[in-house]
């Protein structure tokens, strides 16, 4: 066993390396026109009321700052009428330190993370209800975060709860902040824009578990919220998993839309087929059924002279599924014998014009469960090199979609293959975003 390693080691150092098989993660933004969002109307709930889903309306005071337009993708009030629309990646687990504020922003609005003592993750708006000076600026205090400015202290649900100098300070709700579900999964972070109190019964029962491909529905009779999807790939104990991420100056969706197509493989990435650039079948677009709205499409394609795959292993067919899940999660398995590489990305919309995005690479091979220094050694090199080669990728398609314009995120026509993409967008810009 020993000698495998230490022969596979010399493998992965020598040339064939650079060679890597880099699957279709990232591609070119596909070219139609969709059409725009339903009207829809703001709440006209009073204090005291409630939504039309039984949870609780905070005063307008209380309310964050995007209820006043409907069409914002962070809205309650928006059309998607679905909590699942409203879950983003905002880190990678490591990035969050105990007893450290950490600030994310999502469609233009800030918000403060930080997680306690006890391990647990907390959020509210990064803006103090008193001044607006920045919480994440602050330190924790305890379970609270303290403001910068005055010393105020919110405590994990957004409470005032204190108030230094007012031995008889008495809370009242238009000093509190909104508070936030955050959840860990699989080394990311994600946060659900939608305020805790639009959630059944306030959002004190978060889910359990996450969503799986084999999940058969939203809810049982203990998860009253909806929940994340988890790729199969992450329970299985021969995958490994690397972490990388990146800036990209564009709107989002052309981000997310870019991870969806397959005939750029050629054109942009060395490992691509730029003779035979067209899988030579299709499965069309269809729903898979364990969230409310996940697509999946499969080709299968022909491996490029420089291709790892065509390379090391002399596979000369692939088998690729391709897969979104609102509002910005997709997947790329490349099948190729009996290995599997996998890409999820999600991308986080800063702005209009920002984006980070979130790369997450699994592999079966270059992977040992041994737990001696060779086997770690191998595992280690394994990672370093699909970090490395995914950041090429990443970089190759960052230098094309970066250069797409505002104006023309929509094209003017589509083709063939565009049909994810384009069914992406048609449900991006119903539920999510309109632009």
Known sequence: MHLFYYLSTIFLLSG?????????????????????????????SGCGGESESGGAIPCDHEKPKQDENPSNPSNPSNPSNSLNYHWYVV?????????????????????????????KYHAIDNECSHRGASLADGVVVKTNIMCPYHGYEFDTEGTLAHVPGLANFTNTPCQNAPSYHVVE?????????V????????????????????????????R???CIY??????????????????????????????????????????????????????PPHRVNDTLMHYRT???????????????????????????????????????????STIITSALPVNDTNTMLFVKTYRNYWNTLDKSFLGKMYNSLGDTITRKLMTDTVNQD????????????????????????????????KFIDSK
Request: hydrophobic share 35%; proline share 6%; aromatic share 16%.
């Open 298 to 340: 499969k080709y299968e394609y022909e491996s490029g002279e420089k291709s790892f795959a065509k390379r090391a292993f002399s596979v000369n067919q692939l088998k690729i599924e391709n897969e979104f899940i609102l509002p910005h999660t997709t997947v790329a398995r490349v099948i190729f014998g009996p290995f599997v």
């Open 185 to 193: 999964q699989d080394g990311w972070l994600y946060l659900n824009t």
């Open 398 to 429: 960052k230098g094309i979609v970066e250069g797409i314009l505002p104006e023309f995120k929509d094209g003017r026509f589509n083709m063939k293959f565009d049909k994810l993409q384009n069914t992406y967008r048609t449900f991006y810009k």
């Open 91 to 119: 880190a990678e687990k490591t990035s969050i330190r105990t007893n450290k504020p950490y600030k994310i922003t999502i469609w233009n609005k800030n918000y403060v993370i930080w997680k306690t003592v006890d391990q």
């Open 195 to 222: 305020p805790k109190a639009y959630f059944p019964f306030g959002g004190t029962k978060l889910f359990s578990e996450a969503f799986t491909h084999e999940s058969p529905s939203l809810y049982n009779n203990t």
């Open 224 to 226: 009253e919220i909806p």
């Open 230 to 283: 988890r790729e199969p790939e992450a329970s299985n104990k021969s995958f490994t998993q690397t972490l990388i991420k990146a800036h990209f100056e564009n709107y989002g969706r052309i981000i997310s839309e870019n991870s969806l197509d397959v005939m750029h493989i050629g054109f942009v990435h060395s490992f691509g087929n730029r003779k035979r650039p067209s899988p030579f079948s299709e499965v």
């Open 16 to 44: 064939i390396a650079d060679a890597f098989f880099r699957v279709p993660h990232l591609s070119r933004w596909s070219m139609v026109r969709s059409f725009a969002v339903p009207d829809t109307s703001t709440d006209k």
